[in-house]
């Protein structure tokens, strides 16, 4: 059984940072691409980075703010979010691609409120 398990999420005041990690557990041989996707109220669930071979890439909005890595030895991915703003207030979910197949996190809430 394959789990991905979010943590790290709470209520930041905008301009203030928040930290993602994200555990995979299971039996998992090797893992090409780890991602993270949110969605908000209302809307539809966005990527927001992924790290694929070495190689990152961020949704415009977030790019200079949020920092995707990796420490391929655990299977985890983390998610550095600094400089929050009100409208990245969603439930951010982590994933992890590897046997034909995308698992998905449970899903952490991150609010941005003063």
């Known amino acids: 059984q394959v789990q991905l398990v979010e943590s790290g999420g709470g209520l930041a005041q905008p301009g203030g940072s928040l930290r993602l990690p994200c555990a995979a557990s299971g039996i998992i041989f090797s893992i090409n691409t780890m991602g993270w996707y949110r969605q908000a109220p209302g809307r539809q669930r966005e990527l927001v980075a992924i790290s694929r071979g070495g190689i990152t890439n961020y949704e415009d909005s977030v790019k200079g703010r949020f920092t995707i890595s990796r420490d391929n030895a655990k299977n985890a991915v983390y998610l550095q979010m600094n400089n929050l703003k009100p409208e990245d207030t969603a439930v951010y979910y982590c994933?992890?691609?590897?046997?034909?197949?995308?698992?998905w996190g449970q899903g952490t809430q991150v609010t941005v409120s003063s």
């Open positions: 994933t992890a691609d590897f046997g034909g197949a995308r698992y």
